[in-house]
């Protein structure tokens, strides 16, 4: 692994949308990324298999961490670890194998959520509506999405995804707030929801940045990149953080106190990815 002093944690959902085509240049900005020597990891809200399609696209070889903050996913030998074996039910496994890739599991793996899912259904008789309940033409017209697709959508490794049909908003509130006395994480996205238990995005950037700092053998910032939408969820666990706008206002963090310390960039803007660039490559 080449020398770096930073290692970019990239929210890309809003980039890489599930319909329609990515931000123009995100190509050509991640082989500059890795022409450059800087990793760029991926979050998303996507499943390992979801993801499999945009990663390959556009050339992304670096980790990726999945299902919101529920595993982080290295590609073969890209720190040289091995999953381990022999481990007893009551142990956890630092890391496994899971497909193509060497998992760092930190929510607990299925059926562990659809379990909690289904009981906290029963026990506030509030109906939820699981992908994987589904049939395909059902699945599809659920989601929108082509039948390959939607079919992905449902296939997670660690947290379950559902939608709530026909309850109130006070019927929701109890639903939520029962979970959360329950430790089980539901996070909202759009009409669907998902249910994890144990998911950290926090445990995830931490983790990974440790095994970075091994391999390169001296610490590399960690900088947090992504949209207004989604900057709540990285931004608290970066060193440095740049806001990506729809607006034309790129000042830094004095109007902003939000985002205190995100350098803020509009992300319609034709240069956009040189500034990145640029802002990646300042200390400040």
Request: charged residues 25%.
């Amino acid at each position: 692994m080449r020398q770096t002093s930073s290692i970019l944690f990239m929210a890309v959902d809003s980039l890489i949308p599930t319909r329609g085509k990515s931000a123009p240049g995100l190509d050509e900005f991640t082989a500059t990324l890795d022409h450059q020597g800087i990793p760029a990891v991926w979050l998303t809200s996507r499943s390992r298999l979801q993801f499999d399609e945009p990663r390959r696209k556009l050339g992304h070889i670096h980790p990726f961490i999945a299902e919101d903050g529920c595993a982080t996913y290295l590609p073969e030998d890209y720190f040289h670890l091995r999953p381990e074996s022999n481990i007893s039910k009551s142990q956890k496994a630092s890391t496994v194998r899971l497909g193509r890739f060497t998992c760092i599991p930190i929510a607990e793996a299925l059926p562990a959520a659809a379990e909690a899912l289904e009981t906290l259904s029963a026990d506030t008789r509030v109906p939820v509506v699981t992908l994987r309940s589904l049939s395909p033409r059902e699945l599809v017209q659920n989601t929108g999405l082509a039948e390959r697709e939607a079919e992905l959508a449902r296939q997670r490794d660690f947290d379950e995804v559902f939608f709530l049909a026909g309850v109130s908003d006070q019927d929701v509130q109890r639903f939520l707030a029962e979970g959360c006395n329950r430790k089980l994480q539901l996070r909202q996205h759009g009409v669907f929801w998902s249910a994890a238990m144990g998911a950290s995005t926090q445990r995830c950037i931490r983790d990974l940045s440790k095994l970075y700092d091994r391999a390169l053998r001296q610490h590399a910032h960690s900088v947090g990149i992504a949209t207004e939408d989604l900057s709540p969820g990285l931004f608290p666990y970066c060193e440095r953080t740049v806001l990506l706008t729809n607006s034309a206002q790129v000042s830094d963090s004095a109007d902003h106190p939000a985002e205190p310390r995100a350098r803020r960039l509009e992300l319609r803007s034709p240069d956009i990815w040189e500034r990145i660039l640029e802002a990646v490559s300042t200390r400040n």
